[in-house]
């Protein structure tokens, strides 16, 4: 069996040469430091940071480019063909984020911007109260992603408006997390917000990265999720207390706590199926298995444009093969 958690106290770039082959990440999902002095930016702006575990390795402004570009290209060569990387920035050094991927393959599908409740406060300036996230794929497959995982296509939300749609929308509303007397990691991501990206981007038993763990967030609410995770921190203490964080968290338990989706997102889950719906499918298999797609690939497809669930499909066309 493929473990569940790799983890490592180590520089990313090293670390991901030395332990990830090429094209073994399904999902990187990661939130790199900030090159702005992250590391002390408390006193400016008087923050407590009792409950902040302490030893957030920085990278110096000057170096930012340099950083960015060499581990966004052991972020493209360890991405399969269809892998996603989304990228959490602040708006400071993201044009270093932008420049180091626009010299790679990986193409930026999404520019998607988080909005969270407590900005920096100012009184010079407008409040900065979002963040940029860079929602990139590689080419050569189809990328997963998984457009009914959260709301069905007739879900409504409160006011009646089309859940499905406004999920999808590329400004989320997500609210940090308060943990009063809790420690946790400086800037540590909602739960919220993670759970949407892997649900996404991502299937049970994928392989999900992230080069800098810092709280380790992202590798519980992945685990949580019932994904396998790899993942690189360099601090020692950030790790130590990440690893025991992990302790606190079964494989797949978050996937039982999960909403149910209506109509499972399948337009025509449960319909009887009519022989011209079943020649209609078995031909669309055909061509898109003709076209390079592998069998998991071309039912996601199938799954998209029949309505229908995975294993409705698979018995079709495992049934179809037998005969
Ligand atoms: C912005 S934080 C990540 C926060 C994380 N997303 C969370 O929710 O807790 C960035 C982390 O990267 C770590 N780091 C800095 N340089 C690194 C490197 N070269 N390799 C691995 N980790 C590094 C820092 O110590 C910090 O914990």
Same mark, same amino acid.
């Given at each position: 069996?493929?473990?569940?958690?790799?983890? @490592?106290?180590?520089?990313?770039?090293?670390?991901?040469?030395?332990?990830?082959?090429?094209?073994?990440?399904? +999902?990187?999902?990661?939130?790199?430091?900030?090159?702005?002095?992250?590391?002390?930016?408390?006193?400016?702006?008087?923050?407590?940071? /009792?409950?902040?575990?302490?030893?957030?390795?920085?990278?110096?402004?000057?170096?930012?480019?340099?950083?960015?570009?060499?581990? !966004?290209?052991?972020? *493209? =060569?360890?991405? =399969?063909?269809?892998?996603?990387?989304?990228?959490?920035?602040?708006?400071?050094?993201?044009?270093?984020?932008?420049?180091?991927?626009? /010299?790679?393959? $990986?193409?930026?599908?999404?520019?998607?911007?988080?909005?969270?409740?407590?900005? !920096?406060?100012?009184?010079?300036?407008? !409040?900065?109260?979002?963040?940029?996230? +860079?929602?990139?794929?590689?080419?050569?497959?189809?990328?997963?992603?998984?457009?009914?995982?959260? @709301?069905?296509?007739?879900?409504?939300?409160?006011?009646?408006?089309?859940?499905?749609?406004?999920?999808?929308?590329?400004?989320?509303?997500?609210?940090?997390?308060?943990?009063?007397?809790?420690?946790?990691?400086?800037? *540590?991501?909602?739960? /919220?917000? +993670?759970?949407?990206?892997? $649900?996404?981007?991502?299937?049970?038993?994928?392989?999900?990265?992230?080069?800098?763990?810092?709280?380790?967030?992202?590798?519980?609410?992945?685990?949580?999720?019932?994904?396998?995770? !790899?993942?690189?921190?360099?601090?020692?203490?950030?790790?130590?207390?990440?690893?025991?964080?992990?302790?606190?968290?079964?494989?797949?338990?978050? +996937?039982?706590?999960?909403?149910?989706?209506?109509?499972?997102?399948?337009?025509?889950?449960?319909?009887?199926?009519?022989?011209?719906?079943?020649?209609? $499918?078995?031909?669309?298999?055909?061509?898109?298995?003709?076209?390079?797609?592998?069998?998991?690939?071309?039912?996601?497809?199938?799954?998209?444009?029949?309505?229908?669930?995975?294993?409705? $499909?698979?018995?079709?066309?495992?049934?179809?093969?037998?005969?």
């Amino acid at each position: 069996m493929k473990p569940m958690t790799l983890l @490592f106290n180590e520089d990313a770039v090293t670390g991901a040469r030395r332990h990830i082959s090429d094209g073994a990440v399904d +999902l990187i999902l990661t939130d790199p430091p900030y090159g702005i002095a992250g590391d002390t930016l408390h006193r400016h702006y008087h923050r407590k940071e /009792e409950f902040v575990v302490d030893g957030y390795v920085e990278v110096p402004q000057a170096q930012y480019a340099h950083f960015s570009r060499a581990w !966004v290209r052991q972020a *493209e =060569r360890i991405l =399969r063909p269809g892998g996603s990387l989304y990228v959490m920035s602040g708006y400071s050094n993201l044009r270093d984020i932008l420049n180091a991927l626009a /010299e790679t393959e $990986l193409a930026l599908v999404n520019h998607l911007i988080w909005k969270y409740n407590f900005g !920096v406060y100012t009184t010079n300036k407008y !409040v900065s109260s979002h963040y940029h996230l +860079l929602y990139c794929v590689k080419p050569g497959r189809r990328p997963t992603f998984n457009t009914y995982c959260r @709301f069905g296509p007739s879900d409504k939300n409160a006011d009646g408006g089309a859940a499905n749609y406004l999920d999808r929308e590329d400004v989320w509303i997500i609210n940090r997390e308060y943990k009063p007397g809790r420690r946790k990691n400086k800037n *540590e991501l909602p739960t /919220e917000l +993670l759970k949407k990206v892997i $649900l996404y981007s991502s299937n049970p038993g994928d392989l999900v990265c992230d080069l800098f763990l810092g709280g380790f967030s992202t590798a519980r609410v992945a685990v949580g999720l019932g994904r396998r995770i !790899v993942g690189f921190e360099l601090s020692k203490s950030a790790f130590r207390h990440g690893v025991q964080s992990m302790k606190e968290v079964a494989p797949g338990s978050l +996937l039982r706590l999960l909403p149910p989706v209506a109509e499972n997102g399948h337009a025509n889950r449960g319909r009887r199926w009519t022989p011209e719906e079943r020649a209609r $499918l078995l031909a669309r298999y055909a061509e898109l298995r003709r076209r390079g797609e592998t069998k998991r690939g071309s039912i996601d497809i199938l799954s998209e444009e029949f309505g229908r669930g995975y294993f409705a $499909l698979l018995n079709v066309i495992d049934a179809h093969a037998r005969s």
